[in-house]
């Protein structure tokens, strides 16, 4: 599986950015999508997930400020992040999981400005 993220960037805090993400290659049986994202210093840590069926699981640091979405048909997954704060500044990192394995995309930079 490749995954091919987009979106990142520079952004006020309170702003918003939408990343993006599609999935090609050997994507049958991907049971879930979503973000993890990881900052200066600290460990990696889970942002937003979403399974086949549309459930998701966010972060308490991001629940009622990130939506996350998946177009099964398309075979991609985006993260709605509004009201952004500087300490959502991170390498944002996108990842298919099926059973066996998780897959991992190259990283887009979120950049929050106080």
């Known amino acids: 599986v490749q995954l091919q993220a987009s979106g990142g960037g520079l952004v006020q805090a309170g702003g918003s950015l939408r990343l993006s993400c599609a999935a090609s290659?050997?994507?049958?049986?991907?049971?879930?999508m979503g973000w993890h994202r990881q900052a200066p210093g600290k460990q990696r840590e889970l942002v937003a997930v979403?399974?086949?069926?549309?459930?998701?699981n966010y972060a308490n640091s991001v629940k009622g400020r990130f939506t996350v979405s998946r177009d099964n048909d398309k075979n991609t997954v985006s993260l709605q992040m509004n009201s952004l704060k500087p300490e959502d500044t991170a390498v944002y990192y996108c990842?298919?999981?099926?059973?066996?394995?998780?897959?991992w995309g190259q990283g887009t930079l979120v950049t929050v400005s106080s």
């Open positions: 290659g050997s994507i049958f049986s991907i049971n879930a």
């Open positions: 990842y298919a999981k099926k059973i066996l394995r998780d897959y």
């Open positions: 979403i399974t086949f069926g549309g459930v998701t």
